[in-house]
């Protein structure tokens, strides 16, 4: 019996980080150096720019570059970076972003590694530095590891450039790079991205707002749904007395602590760690039922309803774009937020319905997503609006779930498990949106109704003032005067 | 920036391990246990005896406990099997078992405690040990290992008992506890199952056969799909010149090898670590084309036709049972092997399928499994059977892939990823099954056929022979005995 290296568990089982076929791999590839560039940049507070280059090279080889404008990363930060497995500074950061295990780009550049043979290039220059850094590595899959194998001195700007090659297919569709990147766009309106593929014009996506995103702060667990052996774990590491811990260590209950530790019969001066496993149960108790503060928002970082909208005017061929983002609430201890926006076509188009988790498009598994469930259980028809299969025809819909654990169902991140709180939240913002979009559709139909009303009584209108003009013997310029009077009153142009 | 614990990591993301919600997260446990039950006793030659009793105690916490007959575990590896995260003797074994990662009954052992905050309780007596032990364990999480809070000798037979109090929520009904030892049955006839819960009569699964499954043995890794990297690898851990290491680390190349570096222009006396990037890549292709010998299929262990037939037969209401074995195959340099089975029932209820992996059944995801999806797209009308979204009326189907690496979708082990060899080999097998069905169900149109031609003919056996008897002006004796004759003469009895 032994011990197996978490880098050796994730080189046999590929799949869970989403390196499954050629097509997906490339995607995959990509999307984890995107999501690390656009953290990166959001963290260094500058206005991302991010290109990605995909060039089919030999064989089955394709190679992928992704260069960003971030901070850069010290050189002796990159091995670890590029080649540890969860190694990284946002695991126990509590707040939202994109990347949280420190698995993604150390998975492609181990699945580049072992498909194609090939080392990894990284260049860098770190804000601090003088100059960058160019390195080739290859990872070392027993110890967890990268091994430099070539290093010189490169002259740049600050930022990161990798470059992967790895076993992929280049793919157009719903599943593709170019797909993926129009899906961040989206909902990444401060981010200039471009793409591009030998032999064709270089796809640029425009950076439509000059507004960083609001930085994410670190925010402590909140009790209501807290386990109870979470609970004890905490106590236990913990060296302050009960009422600091509930104050200071736990978000949402501060002004609860005093009458929780009354109500347990708890001294609020006991130290933690000499509380007794029946304490502890009342305890928990008592914080699942208290009728706590909502965590504080500080830790997740929404896109808003404007940059939603923003975002969807990105799509082509709709008429309005409407959005809603929820207050934050809690699941299994960890704060969350929801937000949806609606693009309404006119025409009588299928739904469809991009996912996003934490900024990220989620692409495949849409079936077992929440997100999709949440979409499917609206009553869609109370909104004026036709349904098939669920989603609602003639809309583009988008759904966000933000939050510093978004709950996905595996590793590749493909989409969200169904906790009953983030369906409840899911929909309710989905009803918001519906309601905002039926009285839109209701104030144009109202609206095209007065036209059509108006454009009926103004063929009156000649008739009326000549047959005034008769009765009251006016002469022509009188009439012309009454005619364009009602017309004024009316509300209507003479024409 | 620093590294995150294997433990720390699953800890946050349970629902990767199937402990999403307390319905599941029950199944998940008892299925752990008793896949290790199951395991440890083929492993020591012992014909497996298990039992599962599950207990609602109070507020959501439900009670597990799981019983057998192995060999036991030695006192002091209990804490690292039950409270360390990938500790096994699996991982590197490349045999087909059921427990693959040492991940399952520690992800179980962590989730009870972290739900309930109650200890884990492990009785065992290892078979070269006079007296058993009693250990109460909690996992400490940041470490990856057990702490042991009270041990206790105690006197039992060899085998081991684990106790476990989770929150969890019993159900009944196709996802249940029962639905899963019911499935195992069918693939285990070997086993001895039953099933207790508080207030029900125990359910027993009686043993079927008295043969242990075939022991799989290691298996070097075979050259088709094996990746460009993995090889580069293997070359440089090796100390062999390359004709040994072609021989002797890898299968299937034996006869080959010579050939293969002469090809290649490769010396067969150089050493793996002094080969340059151009040969190893010119060894990989020779490899990837070279007509190579199927893996050897010791690594693997079937249930076989019979077992299949057997295990189906447990099942109620059912005419015949038909099962398939495939001779082995390779996906990604892994050998592995599919069988299925039809149980045909005569009825027109809507086909069920039983997924299985090593044995495994797969309850979850079965939308997303590539088992799913070669049942669906067989032809089955070609068989005589009439066929509703995919799968075949009036049948249960099961279907078994095992491989000393089942690439499964994700942790939790719910479905097969789809290597397009493993449809294939499905495809085929459930083909065969198919043709086989439709033998069957010919032969019996055709013997229904001609009892109802027989019954025809029979009634006018007398007739003919009282015709002859006056035509020959024979005795009623002589009579009776030309109708007797006649009777013989069309195989049909006088009644």
Same mark, same amino acid.
């Given at each position: 019996m032994k011990s197996v290296g978490i880098a050796e568990f994730f080189s046999k089982n590929k799949q869970f980080l989403g390196f499954t076929s050629p097509k997906r791999a490339l995607l995959t590839a990509i999307k984890e150096a995107v999501d690390n560039s656009l953290d990166s940049a959001e963290d260094a507070d500058i206005l991302p720019c991010i290109s990605v280059t995909v060039?089919?090279?030999?064989?089955?080889?394709?190679?992928?570059?992704v260069q960003d404008n971030g901070p850069g990363i010290k050189e002796e930060h990159i091995p670890d970076v590029f080649g540890k497995m969860l190694f990284g500074s946002r695991f126990f950061a509590g707040i939202s972003k994109r990347g949280q295990q420190g698995l993604g780009i150390s998975a492609a550049v181990m699945y580049a590694y072992l498909s194609s043979g090939e080392p990894i290039e990284v260049t860098s220059r770190h804000v601090s530095e003088q100059t960058g850094v160019k390195l080739l590595l290859t990872p070392h899959i027993p110890t967890n590891s990268a091994t430099i194998i070539q290093r010189e001195d490169c002259a740049r700007e600050s930022g990161i450039t990798v470059r992967l090659r790895l076993i992929g297919q280049l793919t157009e569709g719903p599943w593709s790079p170019r797909a993926y990147l129009e899906q961040v766009a989206i909902v990444n309106p401060h981010a200039e991205l471009s793409y591009n593929v030998a032999g064709a014009e270089p796809l640029v996506f425009k950076r439509m707002i000059n507004v960083m995103p609001t930085k994410p702060t670190h925010v402590n667990p909140h009790p209501h749904g807290l386990e109870f052996g979470a609970l004890i774990s905490m106590l236990h590491s913990s060296t302050s007395t009960v009422l600091k811990f509930l104050k200071t260590e736990l978000s949402g209950v501060n002004t609860r602590a005093v009458s929780i530790c009354k109500a347990t019969g708890i001294s609020s001066r006991a130290k933690t760690g000499a509380l007794s496993g029946d304490e502890i149960h009342k305890l928990h108790t008592a914080l699942q039922n208290a009728d706590l503060a909502a965590p504080p928002m500080s830790c997740i970082s929404p896109i808003g309803s404007e940059g939603i909208c923003l975002g969807l005017s990105r799509l082509t061929d709709t008429e309005c774009s409407i959005a809603d983002t929820r207050s934050p609430s809690v699941y299994s201890g960890t704060p969350f937020t929801v937000e949806t926006g609606l693009a309404y076509t006119g025409s009588d188009i299928a739904g469809v319905l991009f996912r996003y988790a934490n900024r990220v498009p989620l692409l495949y598994q849409p079936g077992s997503c929440v997100m999709t469930e949440a979409a499917k259980e609206i009553n869609w028809k109370a909104y004026g609006l036709s349904q098939t299969n669920g989603l609602p025809n003639g809309l583009f819909l988008l759904a966000h779930v933000t939050s510093p654990r978004v709950p996905f169902q595996s590793e590749s991140k493909d989409s969200v498990a169904n906790f009953s709180t983030i369906l409840h939240e899911l929909? &309710?913002?989905?009803?918001?949106?519906?309601?905002?979009?039926?009285?839109? &559709?209701d104030k144009e139909k109202r609206e095209q109704d007065e036209v059509s009303k108006k454009k009926y009584i103004k063929q009156f209108v000649p008739h009326v003032s000549a047959a005034l003009g008769e009765i009251l013997t006016l002469d022509e310029k009188h009439v012309t005067a009454t005619e364009n009077s009602l017309y004024d009153l009316l509300g209507l142009k003479n024409e």
């Amino acid at each position: 019996m032994k011990s197996v290296g978490i880098a050796e568990f994730f080189s046999k089982n590929k799949q869970f980080l989403g390196f499954t076929s050629p097509k997906r791999a490339l995607l995959t590839a990509i999307k984890e150096a995107v999501d690390n560039s656009l953290d990166s940049a959001e963290d260094a507070d500058i206005l991302p720019c991010i290109s990605v280059t995909v060039t089919p090279l030999h064989d089955d080889i394709v190679e992928v570059i992704v260069q960003d404008n971030g901070p850069g990363i010290k050189e002796e930060h990159i091995p670890d970076v590029f080649g540890k497995m969860l190694f990284g500074s946002r695991f126990f950061a509590g707040i939202s972003k994109r990347g949280q295990q420190g698995l993604g780009i150390s998975a492609a550049v181990m699945y580049a590694y072992l498909s194609s043979g090939e080392p990894i290039e990284v260049t860098s220059r770190h804000v601090s530095e003088q100059t960058g850094v160019k390195l080739l590595l290859t990872p070392h899959i027993p110890t967890n590891s990268a091994t430099i194998i070539q290093r010189e001195d490169c002259a740049r700007e600050s930022g990161i450039t990798v470059r992967l090659r790895l076993i992929g297919q280049l793919t157009e569709g719903p599943w593709s790079p170019r797909a993926y990147l129009e899906q961040v766009a989206i909902v990444n309106p401060h981010a200039e991205l471009s793409y591009n593929v030998a032999g064709a014009e270089p796809l640029v996506f425009k950076r439509m707002i000059n507004v960083m995103p609001t930085k994410p702060t670190h925010v402590n667990p909140h009790p209501h749904g807290l386990e109870f052996g979470a609970l004890i774990s905490m106590l236990h590491s913990s060296t302050s007395t009960v009422l600091k811990f509930l104050k200071t260590e736990l978000s949402g209950v501060n002004t609860r602590a005093v009458s929780i530790c009354k109500a347990t019969g708890i001294s609020s001066r006991a130290k933690t760690g000499a509380l007794s496993g029946d304490e502890i149960h009342k305890l928990h108790t008592a914080l699942q039922n208290a009728d706590l503060a909502a965590p504080p928002m500080s830790c997740i970082s929404p896109i808003g309803s404007e940059g939603i909208c923003l975002g969807l005017s990105r799509l082509t061929d709709t008429e309005c774009s409407i959005a809603d983002t929820r207050s934050p609430s809690v699941y299994s201890g960890t704060p969350f937020t929801v937000e949806t926006g609606l693009a309404y076509t006119g025409s009588d188009i299928a739904g469809v319905l991009f996912r996003y988790a934490n900024r990220v498009p989620l692409l495949y598994q849409p079936g077992s997503c929440v997100m999709t469930e949440a979409a499917k259980e609206i009553n869609w028809k109370a909104y004026g609006l036709s349904q098939t299969n669920g989603l609602p025809n003639g809309l583009f819909l988008l759904a966000h779930v933000t939050s510093p654990r978004v709950p996905f169902q595996s590793e590749s991140k493909d989409s969200v498990a169904n906790f009953s709180t983030i369906l409840h939240e899911l929909k &309710l913002s989905f009803q918001a949106c519906g309601r905002q979009l039926k009285t839109v &559709l209701d104030k144009e139909k109202r609206e095209q109704d007065e036209v059509s009303k108006k454009k009926y009584i103004k063929q009156f209108v000649p008739h009326v003032s000549a047959a005034l003009g008769e009765i009251l013997t006016l002469d022509e310029k009188h009439v012309t005067a009454t005619e364009n009077s009602l017309y004024d009153l009316l509300g209507l142009k003479n024409e």
